[in-house]
């Protein structure tokens, strides 16, 4: 029990205000219950109740030492609020982003893509970053934080990231200008996967003598034979990559029942180029019992191993995207080994060229065997 400072009164329940001691009565009496819990979010509120409640104290003609001990209070208070880089306001609730302290009020429109960790594409990047950039100009952002705005989402991109996409069934798939990668987290459920995967298969029905057979009839055949089953495009640019599409297809599909995803599927991070992928396949079927769906990355490199990527049913849309990214880059990647593969049997050409040179200056060949040869040889 302690005696009120204000009215001398006996209080069960006395309300401190730093060193000044208030009954209930006396405290509501300067509107205390109003501001004495509140957290302060605005200086402006701040400054009204500290000038009701002084108001209030001297009407009730409160004792002068009460009255300098609710001023002390609110400095005390006060002391504690922070001044925010953008508005000037000091408040009591703030957030500190690279070395700067904002108010919420004024942070939180920009909150939501600054701490945004992961994008879905390029574009979506470049959209964030003038989203926040228009909104800290527009907030009066210090010109210092503003000038770091760019160079944290410059960053993602000089990192050649393309895209990042979460499965939702504990695997993330990320694109980069060369390669992939499938991380695969604790919260992938093998077991589960594994038992959705064989559903997935269940459905494909298809002998290993027709796939066999597809290798030899051809490519128009092969073609048929096998869009019917899986609609690989890729697959038909030319007779070689036939030929592998259907050694390979024969093995997926021969051991689609008994196939475990162990072998697709590794703990941590797995990384393939796109010059080592050669097709893409999207296991999904929208049938009760199976909740997911899954994206089997072929690979045209024996010490490659293909890759799995298992995803919620709810996410096809985003799939179907970013196969179609997936295939812009492995057909870029092919082009890219088709013009290095050119340059190099030019510089070969070259190499040939100035070794006749050679042997005509020498005397060892004739200047029209030489013309000859060089006509052949460029197949002029
Ligand atoms: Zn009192
Ligand atoms: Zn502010």
Request: proline share 2%; with cysteine.
């Amino acid at each position: 029990m302690k005696q009120c400072c204000a009215c001398n009164k006996n209080s069960f329940f006395p309300e401190m205000l730093g060193d000044i001691v208030l009954c209930k009565k006396c405290l509501i009496k300067i509107d205390g219950l109003m501001w004495k819990y509140r957290d302060f979010e605005k200086g402006e509120d701040f400054d009204k109740y500290r000038y009701k409640a002084i108001t209030l104290a001297n009407k009730n003609q409160f004792p002068a030492s009460v009255i300098d001990g609710i001023n002390a209070y609110f400095d005390q208070k006060q002391s504690k609020l922070k001044e925010c880089a953008a508005c000037g306001k000091r408040r009591q609730k703030t957030t500190n982003a690279n070395n700067f302290i904002f108010c919420e009020e004024c942070f939180s429109d920009i909150a939501e893509c600054w701490k945004r960790k992961k994008y879905f594409n390029r574009e979506e990047l470049y959209n964030e970053r003038d989203k926040v950039l228009k909104i800290a100009k527009e907030k009066n952002f210090p010109k210092e934080f503003i000038e770091q705005i760019s160079p944290y989402f410059e960053d993602k991109v000089e990192k050649n990231w393309i895209s990042t996409l979460d499965g939702n069934k504990g695997q993330t798939i990320e694109f980069y200008n060369d390669y992939l990668t499938i991380k695969t987290n604790k919260n992938f459920n093998e077991e589960e996967m594994q038992s959705q995967f064989n559903k997935l298969n269940s459905k494909i029905n298809i002998n290993s003598e027709d796939l066999k057979s597809f290798k030899t009839i051809g490519k128009e055949i092969g073609k048929e034979l096998i869009s019917d089953v899986i609609p690989i495009p890729r697959a038909f640019k030319s007779m070689k990559i036939l030929d592998m599409a259907g050694d390979k297809m024969i093995k997926h599909l021969d051991n689609s029942k008994t196939v475990s995803i162990k072998n697709y599927v590794k703990d941590g991070l797995r990384k393939v180029y796109y010059k080592d992928c050669f097709n893409t396949n999207l296991l999904f079927r929208n049938e009760e019992g199976i909740t997911v769906g899954a994206l089997l990355i072929i690979t045209n490199n024996a010490n490659v191993p293909d890759l799995l990527f298992f995803f919620d049913k709810s996410k096809i849309n985003k799939i179907k995207k970013i196969r179609k990214i997936l295939e812009e880059e492995m057909e870029k990647a092919e082009k890219k080994v088709d013009n290095d593969k050119k340059a190099t049997g030019n510089q070969h050409f070259a190499k040939q060229i100035r070794e006749l040179k050679g042997l005509l200056d020498d005397g060892i060949i004739t200047q029209e065997e030489f013309d000859a040869k060089k006509k052949q040889l460029l197949d002029l």
